[in-house]
């Protein structure tokens, strides 16, 4: 496989990588589907490109991929017939173990004939790669690629409706068994506990695995988040302590990947930074750092974490930024608090919302042009078209031309509704 496809796939937009990593493989391995299943995008952990087989309407779903999963993790691939969006066909099912909760991609074949050895190979070390650049993206927290996963939350709805047609159908089968005059009660009974029992094991097996896939506990985050600190403070006279979250902190709640991937990079910049972007104390003698604390807390729907120091407490927000802790945050609708006191250290707090941004409310007085904002202050401090006039040195008609515009932009009757928007958006300079 010419090295030029991998790099080709790999700087590739996220949205893009399946269809170039599809190009890449089609001359090796003809196929006319291929899906993946893994946890790089926590909101879009399952993702389809191509035709699948079957009829028009059906689609793969993670069940048939689920299938798959534990021969092609024993064996890193798996060849032969199997059922995809309903249909028997052959496939070549490829895991990577490049990243901890590992990655499945299902290629749906166009010829039963085995894929050589070397081919398959060759397609394994691709997956891994493009395994472990998403997964870096990922666990690094890229702003773009944060804002993208939360954008892909869609999918998930996408996933539910799956669900629905799946249980849906289930429901009409148990209908369809119990209303058959053909079969005697026992026998019905029977066809229906099967079917009853193999939809709910379904089920309970979908929502383990997207969880598994897209959220993981507070506690075990913050593991992962000290084990990675420890060799960053090795061979400094620093002490780190930890201060995981108890069953009061919410050690038991699930955070977003994206949230505990955020909240662990977040950490790492600002204690990297506490250690290399302070000078002196204000007296000009070093003071070192040699203590640093860090802390997490889940509840009110969110995530707060807390990076201390014994330093200068001369960190300013600026070297924050510099690592791009605030962009970070800001793809999450999270924010960023920085308070220093001099000679007595820093203390820095994350907060991550656990659920997607809310939209900020859009400010309607954005319609008012710069004469007219000046109109609507005098309005609300409650002067008359006379004073508006006087103070604004135009005419009086003037003003009453400006006011009438105002109504009708902001959408409102009367100079106090006008008055009233202009307190809460800010309008009045005070």
Request: charge should be negative; glycine fraction near 8%; charged fraction near 25%.
């Amino acid at each position: 496989m010419d090295l030029t496809a991998a790099v080709d796939v790999i700087r590739a937009p996220l949205g893009e990588i399946l269809p170039r990593l599809s190009d890449a493989l089609s001359e090796t391995i003809p196929h006319r589907a291929l899906a993946e299943l893994s946890g790089n995008c926590p909101h879009s952990p399952f993702k389809t490109h191509g035709h699948p087989p079957g009829d028009p309407a059906s689609a793969i779903t993670t069940v048939e991929m689920a299938a798959l999963s534990p021969a092609a993790r024993a064996e890193g691939s798996r060849q032969g017939p199997a059922r995809m969006a309903g249909a028997e066909v052959p496939v070549l099912a490829l895991h990577s173990d490049a990243t901890a909760r590992g990655a499945l991609l299902v290629l749906v074949l166009t010829e039963e004939t085995p894929v050589p050895a070397e081919s398959v190979a060759a397609a394994r070390t691709l997956w891994d790669l493009v395994t472990a650049h998403r997964d870096r993206m990922s666990v690094e927290a890229v702003p773009g690629t944060l804002a993208q996963s939360r954008a892909a939350a869609a999918a998930r709805a996408t996933a539910i409706a799956e669900l629905v047609d799946a249980h849906g159908a289930a429901l009409s089968a148990l209908l369809g068994v119990l209303r058959r005059r053909d079969l005697d009660d026992s026998t019905a009974r029977a066809r229906a506990v099967d079917l009853a029992v193999t939809a709910l094991a379904e089920l309970r097996d979908r929502t383990d695995r997207d969880q598994a896939l897209a959220e993981e506990s507070a506690g075990d985050a913050f593991a992962r988040l000290a084990e990675t600190l420890r060799p960053v403070l090795r061979g400094l006279a620093v002490r780190l302590d930890l201060g995981p979250p108890g069953t009061e902190e919410g050690a038991d709640r699930l955070l977003p990947a994206d949230v505990a991937n955020t909240a662990r990079a977040v950490v790492h910049a600002v204690v990297h930074a506490m250690l290399d972007e302070q000078g002196p104390g204000q007296d000009g003698a070093p003071r070192p750092v040699r203590r640093v604390h860090v802390g997490w807390k889940v509840g009110d729907g969110e995530l707060r974490a807390t990076v201390r120091d014994d330093g200068p407490g001369v960190l300013r927000r600026t070297a924050l930024d510099a690592r791009r802790v605030g962009e970070r945050l800001s793809a999450l609708g999270g924010r960023l608090d920085v308070d220093a006191v001099p000679e007595w250290g820093t203390m820095v707090t994350a907060t991550v919302p656990l659920g997607p941004p809310q939209p900020a409310r859009k400010d309607p007085l954005y319609v008012l042009g710069a004469r007219e904002l000046e109109v609507l202050e005098q309005l609300a401090r409650g002067r008359r078209n006379r004073q508006i006039a006087q103070e604004l040195h135009i005419s009086e008609s003037t003003v009453k031309f400006h006011v009438a515009n105002i109504l009708e932009k902001l959408g409102v009757t009367s100079r106090g509704e006008a008055a009233a928007l202009a307190h809460t958006w800010g309008a009045t300079g005070s």
